[in-house]
């Protein structure tokens, strides 16, 4: 289960029978991206831990490019 919350609930969920690998992880944050913001408003911060598939250069861009 990946979740993404915000303050009212959940935004966007994935639930998928195994792990989450970076193509998947890349997937998801792709259809999390639509239902963003620009910064400074609301859903406009995403938050990842130091996991290793948070660090792909693919999920960097695609971040930094919306």
């Known amino acids: 289960v ?3 919350l915000r303050l009212s609930g959940i935004l966007l969920m994935d639930i998928i029978e195994g792990s989450f690998t970076k193509r998947r992880f890349s997937q998801f ?3 999390l ?4 913001n ?9 938050v990842m831990d130091n996991c290793s598939i948070h660090k792909s250069v ?9």
């Not at 620009?38 to 995403?46: A, M, Q, R």
Request: aromatic share 4%; proline share 14%.
């Open 38 to 46: 620009p910064f400074p408003g609301p859903n406009s911060v995403i």
């Open 58 to 66: 693919l999920v960097q861009e695609m971040i930094l490019e919306r």
């Open 33 to 36: 991206l639509d239902q963003m």
């Open 2 to 4: 990946l979740p993404a």
């Open 29 to 31: 944050i792709d259809a």
